[in-house]
Each structure stands twice: as C-alpha cells, then as structure tokens.
C-alpha cells in the first residue's frame, strides 16, 4: 500500500513534534519535517530511525526553501505549524511575525499546484482577542484580534477560505489554546513554573496573577488533530483545540508548587504592555465530540509531565 506523504512545517516545536511522533508509529504515513530552528529544537525530533520521516532545515517564508521541498515531493496532506510563538518574543519582533505572512502564501500557493488535498493550519485562540464573551465558540465569537501575532493568524485563515472558494484546496484550521507537555520551551508559563519550582527559585507572574487560562495537554491535542486526519472531520471547517478547566495564573503557580513539592515564592511583575488576555476559555464541545471522551486534567496532566523521567524543559 502505497504510504501518504504529509509534510509538516514547524515539526520541530512543542505540537508539531508531538504530531510526527504520533504519525511516524503508523506504517501508513511517510513525514517530511521542515523547520527553520528559530523556536524549534533538533531535540524534539524522533529518536526512531525507521526511515519514514526525514528532517529538511529550512524557512516556510523563504519561497526558495519551500518550493524546493514541494515541487520535490508529492504530498498529499500539508500541516503549517511553522510560526514565531511567545509572547514575549513577538511582542519585541513585530515586524518578523508579521513575515509568516509570506508562509501561508507560501504553502497555499505551492499545495494548489502541486495536488495536496488539504492544508491543516494551526491558528489560535489569539485571533479572539479580548472575549466579548465566554466560552468563545468558533461560530459567532467576534474574531478581535490586536497584535501582530494574532492579526497574522487571523489573515491566514481567511487565505485558506479564499483559496478553498477559488481554487478548490481543502483545509481545517484548529485554533489553538495554550496546549503543553514534556516538550514545550519555557516560554510558555506552564514549562516555565515547573523549571522555576523544580530548581526552587522564584516564580514570577505578570500583574495580580488573577488572568484565567484554560491548558490542553499534548496527548489531547494530538488525539483530536490525528482523528481529522484520519476519519476526514473538520473539512473546510474550524474547530477550537483546548480545555474547558479554567485556573487563574495565581492558581496555576500554587498547583504547580504543591505538585513538585517546591519551596519556590511567588513574585509578582508589572503587567504586560498588551497581549495579554485577561480571560481565555474556548468552547471545546466541537472537539470533545470528536475525540469522544473527556479530556485530561490540568492536575493530571502536570503529573503526567512529571513523572516523564525524559522530561527536557527546553529553552526553545
């Protein structure tokens, strides 16, 4: 049986990684990963040598990289996780995340010449911005999107939907909540509390702490995006990838103090310049109906991690 070619942009982050180590048990999948190493890490790929999956270093927004990697290859499914994340580090580059915009282009232009037969993007719960309401539901939640990062995510979407109309290319887009695991960077406030408690030391939180967030662990978010894949759900559609469980940033840090038994403090920073959301929660019955049961909780999760004995808090 002749396997399906998937190649997959930023495989080299926290998700993308995850994805190709899930596709690559499969005998039915041959994975390219293309990463140009920024936010990603050689690290994160699969230690199996068992010849379907190959690593490309390049960069989604150079035309060059991209082209030679898909006029090169058939391909019949393409995932563009590629993006620059944090957010601290796309607040001090605007101007760089404004350059994925040359990505999507880049991907789009190239996957309805080349006979992909869908383009699964990773979007984001950024591209809600501050929730008029909550939860935010991906039909008639205002899309209100301020920075860069999520004015870019949302621009994507709305080229996957033109090229759908125009030309006839399939996507999904899954927009993603704060989703962690064992390999996510320390950029994100749930790898950075366990570094922080695990060594003892401080852990900081910006303004009262009293922002709620929702947070997906990895195994969830992969289970839900591989059975799209395979059962062809979320076709031209949007779904929210995340978790209901609500916990504020200051309980978040206590949860994490009590579980890795730490002696670290709490210090408190002044609040973020903007970016930072004061609620977040998706609406994730779309995608508890596809994954068919309940979801793992923060508490497990985070136990999860921790008891992984090849746990790496990444730097990136």
């Known amino acids: 049986m002749k396997k399906e070619k998937i190649?997959?942009?930023?495989?080299?982050?926290?998700?993308?990684?995850?994805?190709?180590?899930?596709?690559?048990?499969?005998?039915?999948?041959?994975?390219?990963?293309?990463?140009?190493?920024?936010?990603?890490?050689?690290?994160?790929?699969?230690?199996?040598?068992?010849?379907?999956?190959?690593?490309?270093?390049?960069?989604?927004?150079?035309?060059?990289?991209?082209?030679?990697?898909?006029?090169?290859?058939?391909?019949?499914?393409?995932?563009?996780?590629?993006?620059?994340?944090?957010?601290?580090?796309?607040?001090?580059?605007?101007?760089?995340?404004?350059?994925?915009?040359?990505?999507?282009?880049?991907?789009?232009?190239?996957?309805?010449n080349t006979g992909v037969k869908r383009v699964i993007y990773s979007s984001s719960s950024e591209v809600y911005g501050e929730p008029v309401h909550v939860p935010q539901n991906e039909i008639d939640t205002p899309l209100n999107s301020r920075v860069p990062y999520a004015v870019v995510k949302n621009v994507g979407e709305s080229f996957l939907r033109s090229y759908q109309q125009e030309f006839g290319l399939n996507y999904s887009i899954y927009r993603f909540f704060n989703t962690y695991g064992p390999r996510q960077s320390r950029d994100f406030v749930v790898s950075k509390f366990i570094a922080s408690a695990l060594k003892n030391e401080m852990i900081s939180i910006y303004g009262e702490g009293r922002q709620t967030r929702t947070f997906c662990y990895i195994d969830d978010n992969i289970d839900t995006t591989i059975k799209c894949l395979e059962e062809d759900l979320m076709v031209n559609d949007v779904v929210n990838i995340g978790s209901s469980e609500v916990i504020t940033i200051l309980d978040l840090a206590k949860l994490i103090i009590e579980l890795t038994n730490s002696k670290s403090e709490i210090s408190f920073l002044p609040p973020l310049k903007d970016g930072d959301m004061n609620r977040r929660q998706p609406d994730n019955s779309k995608?508890?109906?596809?994954?068919?049961?309940?979801?793992?909780?923060?508490?497990?999760?985070?136990?999860?991690?921790?008891?992984l004995p090849e746990m790496i808090l990444y730097d990136n």
């Open 7 to 112: 190649l997959i942009s930023g495989g080299a982050g926290n998700i993308g990684s995850a994805l190709v180590d899930r596709l690559i048990r499969s005998d039915k999948y041959e994975v390219v990963i293309l990463d140009n190493l920024l936010t990603g890490s050689m690290r994160k790929l699969p230690n199996d040598l068992k010849g379907n999956w190959s690593f490309i270093k390049g960069d989604v927004n150079k035309k060059s990289d991209i082209s030679e990697v898909m006029l090169s290859n058939q391909f019949d499914y393409v995932y563009h996780y590629a993006a620059m994340v944090g957010v601290q580090r796309t607040q001090e580059n605007p101007v760089a995340v404004l350059r994925d915009i040359d990505g999507i282009k880049n991907i789009l232009d190239l996957s309805k």
């Open 287 to 307: 995608m508890k109906n596809i994954l068919g049961r309940e979801l793992i909780s923060l508490r497990q999760g985070i136990l999860k991690m921790l008891e």
